[in-house]
């Protein structure tokens, strides 16, 4: 039961440590690559269970059928070698010759490898059982381990090499490629020193760990920050790089929960209309619009430079004033309308703000803020209508 076990811990730690790519949890941007490894991953554990029944099989002394299983154990073997060198060729992104000859030898050493096997029924070369019941390797099987160990090294030096020539990120995975193919070739080679001892399975557990440590890992981190940057680019108003309506949202209910538990005390919201919007797309264009919508944002990221400013709508705009910003806040608004003013003047960008303060005793939410900070805004917008029509 020796033999056995190994294989039956093996198995055990290769699907714990490749769960995620084995059962669809993990998903990569590199498609082809994900789709070899994983079929790969499946090969390795066919051989594992094939090479657990062996040593039950052998112990037993149940020769026909650990006959069977030899050869589905030779097969598995080869198919983890194919499937191995597949991925590797996908994941290099050599489609060129050498990549295409590689996978063509894998391909014929299988192909020789079953048509070696049907015959050995006939004619034992890679494989007996004497009279006894004991296992005995013949010199086909020496011929192809040997293929099997020079196609390994080939491919993992090959991997080692291009490494050198690419990019700092994907050269450790490279590098993590070629050593697993050359972990594997040591332990075929070993396998077929030793017979006896299920070292292929080791190797296959070695090299697979490899893989996912060095490989894995960071196709996971890349994937992740991939995905953090689409949900910043989720709350990100493309027109003016501050954070948009689906993000003021969110913070919102934070806000409300912060609240409602007593953890938000001192804040006050500042809202922002910009004035004559509808008049400068009418008379100068959506593109002088535009411009005239990051230029009335861009004074207000200047003044509350120390708050989150959102934007809520086509043109309106949301600060939150804490910190400094909200013990600053009356020399901050006293500002921005004095270059609001100036402005005026100058035919320049008219916003208008408001401000509202939180008070614990009658707001319940941060919409009681918002509203009284958008009269204000209102009533201020009022004001700067009636100087500018005079």
């Not at 790969?40 to 149940?62: K, P």
């Not at 589905?72 to 994941?91: C, E, G, P, Q």
């Not at 409602?260 to 593109?287: I, P, S, Y």
């Not at 320049?348 to 509202?356: E, H, L, Q």
Request: charged share 20%.
């Amino acid at each position: 039961m020796y033999y056995a076990s190994i294989g039956v811990l093996a198995i055990i730690m290769h699907i714990i440590v490749n769960a995620d790519v084995l059962f669809g949890s993990f998903k990569s941007d590199h498609k082809v690559a994900h789709t070899s490894y994983r079929a790969f991953l499946f090969s390795i554990m066919f051989y594992y269970v094939s090479d657990i029944l062996w040593g039950v099989l052998y112990e037993a002394g149940n020769i026909p059928i650990t006959y069977a299983d030899t050869v589905l154990y030779f097969v598995s073997m080869a198919l983890t070698l194919v499937l191995w060198i597949r991925f590797t060729v996908v994941y290099l992104q050599n489609n060129g010759r050498l990549g295409k000859l590689i996978q063509a030898v894998s391909w014929l050493l299988l192909a020789a490898m079953l048509g070696s096997l049907i015959f050995n029924g006939f004619i034992p070369f890679m494989f007996h059982f004497s009279e006894d019941g004991t296992y005995h390797a013949d010199i086909a099987r020496y011929v192809i381990l040997i293929i099997q160990v020079a196609i390994f090294v080939i491919l993992g030096l090959y991997s080692i090499i291009h490494a050198f020539i690419s990019s700092d990120r994907k050269r450790l995975q490279y590098c993590a490629i070629g050593v697993s193919g050359l972990v594997m070739a040591v332990f075929v080679l070993l396998q077929a020193v030793y017979p006896f001892l299920p070292l292929y399975a080791v190797g296959c557990l070695f090299a697979t760990s490899i893989i996912n440590t060095y490989v894995g890992v960071d196709e996971r981190m890349n994937s992740i920050s991939r995905l953090g940057t689409m949900e910043q680019a989720a709350y990100k108003d493309t027109l003016t790089s501050v954070r948009n309506a689906n993000a003021y949202k969110e913070k919102r209910k934070a806000y409300d929960a912060m609240i409602k538990l007593g953890e938000l005390k001192e804040f006050a919201v500042a809202v922002f209309d910009l004035n004559d919007l509808k008049k400068v797309n009418d008379t100068q264009g959506h593109e002088a619009g535009d411009r005239y919508i990051q230029s009335g944002c861009r004074l207000i990221c200047i003044t509350f430079d120390h708050s989150p400013v959102f934007r809520i709508g086509g043109d309106e705009f949301v600060a939150v004033l804490m910190n400094s910003d909200y013990e600053n806040r009356e020399n901050l608004i006293n500002y921005f309308n004095s270059e609001i003013e100036d402005n005026l003047k100058q035919g320049k960008v008219i916003v208008s703000a408001g401000v509202g303060i939180f008070d614990p005793d009658i707001d319940e939410c941060f919409d009681d803020v918002f509203k009284r900070a958008d009269e204000m805004m209102y009533l201020r917008k009022q004001e700067l209508k009636s100087r500018s029509a005079k």
